[in-house]
């Protein structure tokens, strides 16, 4: 079945409507391209055709392209094979522009427009911007844009090329450099689209009908041309590229290459005629897919977190929709899954043991969707919506009819164990009960339940509103169904979900802990923090360290440490931490809450730079280590724990620990998480920094059996363990 379908009506205009078959969303594939070409070259050829109107047989435009094309391609015929298939791209879009108009007069074309009855996004808009008119739906909800740069590349349909010749860099750069996206009305009013009308379909049939020659010429084709803001070599677009490479380096610390490799293609581009651009975007976009960042980027962000988010790892049981929750505990926490839930239009009951609490908890949806409604993204109807879905109360016989209860109570053993049996008391025997913690372990908290198989954890990252990641930890008793029950409800309030098995700190607490604790053990060194600091962020960790301690809270982790040693006894292996985060509590120091942390902070609550008193406690050492140093250190204290998360069988699938890396705590992303640059290292050179790391700063750093093994065998995580295969 074809992916896209011509039809020509008696009034000259040829609509051609892209429908891919078994997809929600269109996305463009190698055969989707010929397609296009041939029904173009069709509509150009047919004498009758006044017109062409290109638009959608789904709800949505389009979602972008088949990254696992572009994947099989680089693997089968690596750069030669994208950047050909890039051109042939280039070449369709390059006809839909000048649409068979005189080369020399630039007339005799014929009008082409696009309809867009919903989002548009990546190639979605790029084919659009090769149109004369883009005629968007007025509809809200849909979302116009060029995201690639979110998972490792950038637009190389000619996308680059185009929006900065029609918007000018600095008007193009939040849409290419950050991946903005936009509703129609915002898309037209940066003048990426042209109108927003409620029939985009005959808005455009309407256009090409009674378009003229100097309708259809782009201003770039046309004599005495100058790019909005100045070229590079003009005074101000000097300056203009010279603000946009301080501002990329600034935001990417020059780890990311397809931020780099996009304003090299513009500055190039920008100096050249159009079609030389188009092959100067195409060498830089094939230079990107062929780096092996974009590589694992795209399948961690794109592929594997798709294949997540579907129930990759879902046991097979029937389908276990949430209808009504029950949330016991109305703090921030319980407070924000309230929320998420209400919006994804669940019945929720939320409990606290005094009713002013709950209230409280209720008042945080509220007060989020009134900032949604000043920023234009919500209505009081919709607020009322919501918050009509939420009940406040203290009274557990509400919880009658839950199908899941979520406990975010205070981590306190005995006090879940006081609300699992007061919860249990009321709710029906199916119903699943999910405790949500970061440290206690599952199973031990199961025994307070009189149907173990049906406990879980479910670990939900603060704020869980804007917090992408949640952790499903399986405890040893939870059964299938509660597996299940948990993933369908992740699902549900659209949230990507990890499976672990149970153990203390679970995987990602297990892993970001250490990464905490290395940054304070080398200030107790005497290592400088601001090495300390800026050495993380340029590995792409977003925050280093000392803030990330700072923003989590002190006496948080004063906490977990001491439940830490209780539990460990003699093999503790942080007291040289404790030292530093025991201080800094004694000091009142706690974190940015209490304004005072590592970092100064003024009334408002702004960092203000690192606290002048970290000096005096923790005199700087001469000489200071090199930054290679730091950074593996950093890096190696967070990675060897996901490896050793595998090889105990806490883990069981590396796309869920590269995924759940990057969205639960920011793990340098560009890397595509900490197996992918495991596999970008090779195992025998992280084996041997293990061995130098081990020799230098102690056993923390020795390489685990597995990933020695794997050296010794010339393995790679991905290779083993790829596309959901189990730690063996």
Excluded at 519 to 537: K, T, Y
């Amino acid at each position: 079945m074809s992916d896209f379908t011509i039809q020509k009506d008696s009034d000259g205009v040829a609509i051609i409507t892209w429908d891919v078959a078994g997809k929600s969303m269109n996305v463009l594939s190698e055969d989707g391209i010929r397609q296009l070409d041939g029904l173009i070259d069709d509509a150009l050829g047919d004498d009758s055709v006044k017109g062409i109107v290109i638009t959608s047989g789904k709800p949505d435009f389009a979602a972008g392209m088949d990254l696992n094309v572009l994947g099989s391609m680089k693997e089968s015929g690596g750069a030669e094979a994208i950047f050909a298939l890039v051109m042939q791209l280039h070449g369709v879009l390059r006809k839909i522009e000048r649409a068979g108009m005189d080369p020399k007069t630039l007339k005799g074309g014929k009008p082409i427009a696009a309809a867009l009855p919903g989002t548009a996004l990546g190639i979605g808009l790029e084919i659009p911007l090769a149109t004369h008119r883009i005629f968007a739906a007025d509809n809200p909800k849909a979302k116009i844009g060029l995201p690639e740069i979110q998972v490792g590349i950038f637009p190389g349909a000619g996308g680059t090329t185009r929006l900065v010749r029609k918007l000018g860099v600095m008007g193009a750069a939040p849409l290419l450099l950050e991946g903005k996206l936009n509703d129609p009305k915002k898309a037209k009013a940066a003048g990426v689209i042209d109108e927003v009308v409620d029939d985009p379909v005959a808005a455009a049939r309407d256009w090409v009908l009674n378009a003229k020659d100097a309708d259809i010429v782009k201003p770039w084709d046309a004599k005495g041309y100058k790019m909005p803001g100045g070229e590079p070599f003009h005074p101000a677009g000097f300056m203009t590229f010279v603000g946009a490479n301080a501002m990329v380096m600034g935001r990417t610390m020059g780890v990311y290459p397809a931020a780099r490799a996009l304003l090299s293609a513009v500055y190039e581009g920008a100096m050249v005629p159009f079609d030389q651009a188009l092959k100067i975007e195409a060498r830089w976009f094939t230079n990107v897919l062929m780096n092996p960042s974009s590589g694992a980027m795209i399948r961690s962000l794109f592929i594997n977190k798709e294949a997540l988010e579907k129930g990759a790892n879902r046991p097979d049981v029937p389908d276990q929709k949430v209808r009504k929750l029950g949330i016991l505990g109305a703090g921030m926490m319980g407070a924000g899954i309230a929320y998420v839930s209400a919006m994804a239009g669940i019945e929720v009951v939320l409990i606290d043991a005094q009713q002013d609490a709950a209230d409280r908890g209720k008042a945080h949806s509220a007060d989020l969707l009134d900032k949604a409604i000043s920023r234009k993204k919500s209505t009081e109807a919709k607020k009322t919506e919501v918050l009509d879905r939420i009940t406040a109360t203290t009274d557990y016989d509400a919880l009658a009819g839950c199908d899941l209860i979520v406990e975010a109570v205070f981590e306190d053993p005995a006090v879940k164990a006081e609300v699992t049996a007061k919860a249990e008391a009321v709710i029906g025997a199916d119903a699943i009960f999910a405790t949500n913690t970061s440290t206690l372990p599952i199973s031990d908290l199961a025994r307070a339940s009189q149907r173990p198989e049906q406990f879980i954890g479910i670990h939900f990252f603060s704020p869980v509103d804007k917090m992408l990641l949640v952790e499903i930890i399986r405890g040893k008793q939870t059964g299938d169904r509660a597996v299940a029950k948990a993933l369908d409800f992740v699902r549900q309030i659209r949230k990507t979900p990890i499976v672990v098995n149970d153990a203390r700190f679970f995987y990602a607490n297990r892993c970001i802990i250490p990464y905490l604790n290395e940054g304070m053990r080398m200030l107790a060194e005497g290592v400088s923090p601001v090495l300390i600091e800026n050495a993380a962020r340029m590995m792409g960790m977003p925050l280093g360290p000392l803030q990330l301690v700072d923003e989590t809270s002190i006496d948080l982790g004063v906490r977990i440490a001491k439940a830490t040693r209780a539990a460990m006894g003699d093999s503790y292996p942080d007291g040289a931490v404790d030292d530093v985060l025991f201080w800094m509590a004694d000091e009142g120091r706690m974190g940015r809450k209490a304004k005072a942390g590592f970092y100064a902070y003024d009334e408002a609550g702004k960092r203000q730079g690192l606290w002048p008193g970290l000096a005096e406690r923790f005199p700087q050492a001469d000489p200071q280590p090199d930054l290679t140093e730091v950074q593996h250190r950093l890096m190696f204290a967070q990675t060897l724990e996901a490896v050793r998360a595998l090889q105990e069988g806490v883990l069981l699938d590396i796309r869920e620990g590269d995924v759940g890396a990057i969205l639960g705590w920011g793990f340098a992303p560009w890397t595509g998480g900490p197996f992918s640059w495991l596999d970008m290292l090779g195992a025998a050179r992280a084996v041997e920094i293990c061995d130098r790391l081990t020799k230098a700063h102690g056993p923390r750093f020795a390489a685990p059996d597995l990933l020695r093994e794997m050296a010794d065998t010339d393995q790679t995580f991905y290779g083993r363990f790829g596309a959901g295969k189990k730690a063996a």
